[in-house]
Structures are given as C-alpha cells and as structure tokens.
C-alpha cells in the first residue's frame, strides 16, 4: 500500500480548520499558506484539498480537475506573491519533497515556492 494516507497530519489539521494556517490563495481543491518556518522572503506552500502523500500519488489518483487546479493554483499564488519572472528580482523555484530521501517532513503532497531573493544552487553535490 505505497500510497496510504494519514488523516493525522498537520496540512490535513489546517485542511479541517483545526489549525490556523496564513491563506494566500484557495479554489475548489487547492489552498495555498505562508510556510510557519520561511526559508526565503517568499515561501509559500501549495496543498491540494484531497488526500493524496505525494506528487506521484496525486498524479496517478487525483482527477483530471484537482490536477488542472492545482497546476493552475501554483501559477496564480506565483502572480500573487509577484515572483512571476519579469520584473527585476524575479523569479522562483518550486520543491516538492517526497518520502526518505527527499526528506518530506508532512505526508500529504505540497509545493514550496521559493523566491523573493537569489536562491542560489538548486542542491548540494552529492559528493561535496
Ligand atoms: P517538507 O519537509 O517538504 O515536508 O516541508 C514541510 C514544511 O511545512 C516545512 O517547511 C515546515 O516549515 C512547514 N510547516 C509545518 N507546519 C506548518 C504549519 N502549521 N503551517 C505552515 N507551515 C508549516
């Protein structure tokens, strides 16, 4: 059962509205909050609605409409948070984390948007 989902997790808590969370956007499956620990001046994390771990869960099992949502959501909290590139200082990187070894701390599938400065390099060299 690769794919099971635990109800317990803290974005399905903020999803029933049993812990607050800084909305910056939400449609019909998606909602979008500031992160609580910020790694750059704009960190946003996207979650879609329903109950899915990971991106490669959500793509197998989510519907045709929470996909298009959610890729669409992702564009408009990128316009909100003006990271869209074209203005000087823009541009952002997307990280979405999943299990082990991509050190995914909370089980249900969300998209960090990063910007608001120069990132830097996208990770460290295995080898460094
Ligand atoms: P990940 O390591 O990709 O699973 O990232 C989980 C992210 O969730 C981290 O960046 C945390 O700072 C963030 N986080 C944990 N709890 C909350 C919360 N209650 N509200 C907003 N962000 C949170």
Request: glycine fraction near 8%; aromatic fraction near 8%.
């Amino acid at each position: 059962m690769p794919y099971a989902y635990d109800d317990q997790n803290i974005f399905a808590k903020i999803l029933r509205g049993e812990i607050p969370n800084k909305t910056v956007y939400e449609s019909a499956h998606s909602l979008a909050f500031h992160d609580i620990q910020p790694q750059a001046p704009v960190h946003v994390l996207v979650i879609p609605k329903g109950p899915y771990v990971t991106y490669d869960h959500f793509a197998a099992e989510a519907s045709d409409a929470e996909i298009a949502d959610y890729s669409r959501a992702i564009a408009e909290v990128c316009r909100i948070v003006d990271v869209a590139p074209g203005n000087d200082g823009g541009g952002y990187r997307l990280i979405s984390n999943a299990g082990e070894a991509g050190v995914q701390e909370v089980p249900h599938l969300h998209v960090h948007v990063l910007g608001g400065r120069v990132l830097g390099r996208m990770l460290k060299r295995f080898d460094d």
